[in-house]
């Protein structure tokens, strides 16, 4: 099922699509990504047990902000309670959404993440902005994957393989990424982690280019009781190692029993 859904107060839009049965999972994924990028392999093995509720940012130039972003993926949200498993910049809209929503949000996951963006990684929004409003997708495209995966990961593809990964990047760019840098640059979720109530996941990427992994270790530290995990990978751990991705988010869930 796919709709679009927003709230009266909140003129963002996301595009939503449901599957499943069970308890509720929201998806938030992160800057310039979507939720197949994302989550794709993961939708099939969640929805077994799960009601999963995936919604994309716009794409367009709609300005985004971190509470209305929050609001409308808790707006979308197929059940009354529900998991928000966020991926870089989506666990930044899914804290936020924890301390606005607490009667709707049951529990969190956060891979890859940032409470706030450290100089170097608002220096890799403001080249991806620079890129894009110049109109070279082609460079975008490679700095995206140069800073999205693991030296190793990167060098042990095939020439091939990198030149159909930068072109597929590339063919993929469209006008939403622009604010989602910006949403990234700006955001701040600082001083909500100690408000956040609800059992959580923190999921550290150790070979990422792109988050220092020192701020997936900051949201561990600082949301109270939150568990700790690491996987040997860049920034897109679910496509370098999707199968200690998806084990590591469904035992959490499972022994939650969210």
């Known amino acids: 099922m796919t709709n679009i859904s927003s709230t009266a107060a909140n003129p963002i839009l996301l595009s939503t699509s449901v599957t ?25 093995l969640l929805s077994q047990g799960h009601t999963v509720t995936a919604s994309g940012y716009p794409t367009d ?20 309670r529900f998991t928000i498993v966020g991926f870089s910049l989506g666990t930044a809209v899914a804290v936020r959404a924890a301390v606005r929503h607490p009667d709707r949000v049951a529990g969190l996951v956060l891979a890859a993440g940032i409470a706030r963006a450290d100089h170097r990684l608002r220096l890799a929004f403001d080249l991806w902005t620079a890129l894009l409003r110049a109109g070279d997708r082609d460079a975008f495209a490679r700095l995206a994957m140069y800073a ?39 955001a701040d979720t600082t001083a909500d982690l100690a408000r956040v109530a609800v059992p959580t996941l923190v999921i550290a990427a150790t070979e990422d280019l792109l988050v220092d992994p020192a701020n997936h270790r900051f949201l561990a530290e600082r949301i109270p009781g939150a568990e700790y995990a690491e996987i040997a990978a860049g920034h897109v751990l679910m496509a370098e190692r999707p199968d200690e991705w998806h084990r590591a988010v469904l035992e959490f869930l499972d022994r939650k029993g969210l």
Do not use: C, K
């Open 61 to 80: 130039d709609t300005p985004l902000d971190l509470d209305g972003l929050a609001d409308a993926l808790v707006a979308a949200a197929a059940t009354e």
């Open 20 to 44: 499943g049965s069970g308890p509720g999972v929201v998806l938030a994924h992160g800057a310039s990504g979507g939720i197949e990028s994302n989550f794709g392999s993961l939708i099939p």
């Open 148 to 186: 999205a995966f693991s030296a190793s990961f990167t060098n042990g593809l095939a020439p091939e393989a990198v030149a159909a990964s930068v072109e597929t990047i590339a063919a993929r760019v469209h006008d939403g990424i622009l604010p989602q840098a910006a949403l990234g640059r700006a």
